[in-house]
């Protein structure tokens, strides 16, 4: 059940009794427990803590507050102040997926540059961008629930505008490479900590179509960047692509730094506290939220440990990893390798051989408008048929519809390649691949957002993994399409996108919340359970 629908405080029952106030709520919760409320319902909060040791005290601190009816409150924001934060969110969130994938089409003018002649050390150059997408968000998101979600956002997208001025100017392979990790642990601040912004701003009712907007940004950026990045090596050189991206996030910075403010919770309830006209008492309404954020040793650890937990300890949060994470290894094998193969088998200089990108951006976009609405729609359609409580689970079947678009993409794009048909062939491949990948992502990130009580934590499991593999597809994909052949190597990889994309999701279906019930990571299953 939403937060949103949870019991207004004045509407909590009280008693002759007289008790202090922490007492006479406690009272009620213990109640509200008794009777088979869920903690999830009787929070009144949006948005918990980072280190939530003590719920019974969270709550509290939230009934007393009011916080679900405080204008303060990112979910009772105006709907124009919550979409300008999502489009500044998705800016950052663009821009560093930008600069993962804008020098794809320039590889080899980066070989020649540098004198590179092994094909891993080139590929290395695109791809250990990624490889700092996979660290970054274990550090960045615990960040971002201990000091707000805001600056985390603003540095890091400073950091990737810097190191992407670095790479322009470095004199040799190293610190090219050393850059571009740089330069990626910088971007992999929105990747992070910006689906829990969303997170904050939306109920779950609410949410798709701005995690839709979210989302768009990883996908379409290293779309987009592929097609600018091959006219500008083609015109001005591979040097202007890096300078080119440090502009772009100068730009953003521009924009996002006066227009964000602060999203979560606890951490705008804590500086209010400490803002307010009598600090102390304020500290003392608020003993929860000072503990928590009191030893930041303690709470990072704990939150630094999180997003591994998450991953390690729910069978859900692993698999749906795995299988974002297998597409997205697919997607930047596809970046690596596009340029030799357009370049070698059809001729395309590095300025039109960046069009070739173009069908991923197109089924992406399709994706986003169709992948969005339908998935909202059925949510809210199967919620309605469940009494008006919504489950986590009614996000899956927007996952079975993609998940049948990802092989045929794969196999059309293989064997087209094989055959040499005419360019367009294996450009429609891989649009309705791109197609499948999004109507996946989208709904397994609300899943994961839905799912678990760490929105950003969660999320950051999830980009770990997959940032892992679209690190390391690159570096051994030409060696596989040497052996098996366009055909046969998209046909392997096709086979083992049915084997994760198909059997699972039907599975979680009918077993994700009895799953989500018996673990503690998770949020409260709408199946009734007493609370310890």
Same mark, same amino acid.
């Given at each position: 059940?939403?937060n949103?629908?949870s019991?207004?405080?004045?509407a909590?029952p009280t008693?002759s009794?007289?008790?202090?106030?922490?007492?006479?709520l406690?009272?009620?919760y213990n109640?509200?427990v008794?009777a088979?409320v869920?903690?999830e319902?009787?929070?009144?909060g949006?948005?918990e803590?980072?280190l939530?040791?003590d719920?019974v005290?969270e709550?509290?601190e939230?009934?007393?507050d009011?916080?679900?009816?405080?204008?303060?409150?990112?979910?009772?924001?105006?709907?124009?102040?919550k979409?300008?934060?999502?489009?500044?969110v998705?800016?950052?969130?663009?821009?560093?997926?930008?600069?993962?994938?804008m020098?794809a089409?320039?590889?080899?003018e980066?070989?020649?540059?540098y004198?590179?002649?092994?094909?891993t050390?080139?590929?290395?150059?695109l791809?250990?961008?990624?490889?700092s997408f996979?660290?970054g968000?274990?550090i960045?998101?615990p960040?971002?629930e201990?000091?707000g979600r805001?600056?985390?956002?603003?540095?890091g997208n400073?950091?990737?505008?810097a190191f992407?001025f670095?790479?322009?100017?470095?004199?040799n392979?190293?610190?090219?490479?050393?850059?571009?990790?740089l330069?990626?642990?910088?971007?992999?601040?929105p990747?992070a900590c910006?689906?829990?912004?969303?997170?904050d701003?939306f109920s779950?009712?609410?949410?798709?179509s701005?995690?839709?907007l979210?989302?768009l940004?990883?996908?379409v950026?290293p779309?987009?960047?592929?097609?600018a990045?091959?006219f500008?090596?083609q015109n001005v050189?591979?040097?202007?692509?890096?300078?080119v991206?440090g502009?772009?996030c100068?730009?953003?910075?521009?924009?996002?730094?006066?227009v964000?403010?602060e999203?979560?919770?606890p951490i705008?309830?804590?500086?209010r506290?400490?803002k307010?006209?009598d600090?102390?008492a304020?500290?003392?309404a608020?003993p929860h939220?000072?503990?928590?954020?009191?030893?930041?040793?303690?709470v990072?650890?704990?939150?630094?440990a999180?997003?591994t937990?998450?991953l390690?300890?729910?069978?859900? =949060?692993?698999?749906? /990893?795995?299988?974002? @994470?297998?597409?997205?290894g697919i997607?930047? +094998?596809? %970046? *690596?390798?596009?340029?030799q193969f357009f370049?070698?088998?059809?001729?395309?200089r590095?300025?039109?051989g960046?069009?070739?990108?173009?069908?991923?951006?197109?089924g992406?976009?399709?994706a986003?408008v169709?992948?969005?609405?339908?998935?909202?729609q059925i949510y809210?359609h199967?919620?309605?048929?469940?009494g008006?409580?919504?489950?986590?689970?009614?996000r899956?079947?927007?996952?079975?519809?993609g998940s049948?678009?990802v092989?045929?993409?794969?196999?059309?794009?293989?064997?087209?390649a094989?055959?040499?048909?005419h360019?367009?062939?294996p450009i429609i491949g891989s649009?309705?691949?791109?197609?499948?990948m999004?109507?996946?992502?989208l709904?397994v990130q609300?899943?994961?957002?839905?799912s678990? =009580?760490?929105?950003? /934590?969660?999320t950051s @499991?999830?980009?770990?993994f997959?940032?892992l +593999?679209? %690190? *390391?597809?690159p570096l051994?994909g030409?060696?596989m399409f040497?052996?098996?052949?366009l055909?046969?190597g998209n046909?392997l990889?096709?086979?083992?996108?049915i084997?994760?994309?198909?059997p699972?999701?039907?599975?979680?279906y009918?077993?994700?919340?009895?799953?989500?019930?018996s673990n503690?990571?998770?949020r409260?299953?709408?199946?009734?359970k007493?609370?310890k």
């Open positions: 059940m939403s949103d629908q019991p207004a405080p004045e909590i008693t009794t007289t008790r202090s106030p922490a007492s006479s406690t009272h009620v109640e509200k008794e088979g869920t903690k319902q009787f929070s009144g949006h948005g803590s980072a939530p040791e719920k005290e709550a509290i939230n009934l007393e009011d916080w679900e009816n405080d204008p303060e409150n990112p979910r009772n924001w105006v709907a124009s102040r979409w300008k934060a999502v489009c500044v998705s800016f950052y969130t663009f821009c560093s997926p930008l600069a993962s994938s020098m089409p320039g590889m080899p980066i070989a020649m540059k004198g590179i002649t092994n094909p050390i080139i590929a290395l150059t791809s250990i961008f990624l490889l996979a660290f968000p274990l960045l998101a960040l971002s201990m000091y805001t600056w985390v956002l603003h540095l400073l950091f990737t505008m992407s670095g790479c322009a100017f470095a004199p392979t190293g610190s090219l490479i050393a850059f571009r990790f330069s990626g642990l910088g971007g992999s601040a990747i910006g689906g829990g912004t969303v997170g701003l779950e009712r609410d949410r798709a701005a995690m839709a979210f989302s940004g990883p996908l950026g779309v987009v960047g592929p097609i990045g091959g500008i090596t050189g591979i040097k202007y692509v890096f300078i991206i502009a772009l100068g730009v953003a910075s521009c924009v996002g730094i006066p964000l403010r999203t979560y919770a705008i309830r804590l500086r506290a400490q307010s006209d600090p102390e304020a500290n003392r608020h939220l000072l503990q928590e954020h009191g030893s930041k040793l303690h990072l650890w704990v939150n630094l999180r997003p937990s998450i390690m300890n729910s069978s859900i =949060a692993f698999i749906l /990893s795995l299988y974002t @994470a297998f597409m997205y997607f930047y +094998l596809m %970046f *690596a390798t596009f340029a370049a070698t088998t059809y001729g395309f590095p300025g039109v960046g069009l070739a990108y173009l069908g991923l951006g197109v992406f976009a399709i986003t169709v992948g969005a609405k339908s998935a909202d809210k199967l919620a309605q048929k469940n008006g409580v919504a489950k986590p689970e009614m899956i079947p927007a996952l079975f519809f049948f678009f092989p045929i993409g794969i196999f059309w794009y293989g064997w087209s094989h055959a040499k048909l360019w367009i062939m649009g309705i691949f791109a197609f499948g999004m109507t996946t992502f709904p609300l899943y994961l957002v839905d678990f =009580a760490y929105a950003a /934590s969660a @499991a999830n980009a770990l997959r940032s +593999l679209g %690190f *390391a597809f051994f030409q060696q040497d052996k098996l052949g055909g046969g046909s990889l096709a086979g083992l996108a084997l994760l994309g198909i699972f999701p039907v599975w979680l009918f077993n994700g919340e009895r799953l989500r019930a503690a990571l998770t409260d299953s709408t199946i009734p007493q609370l």
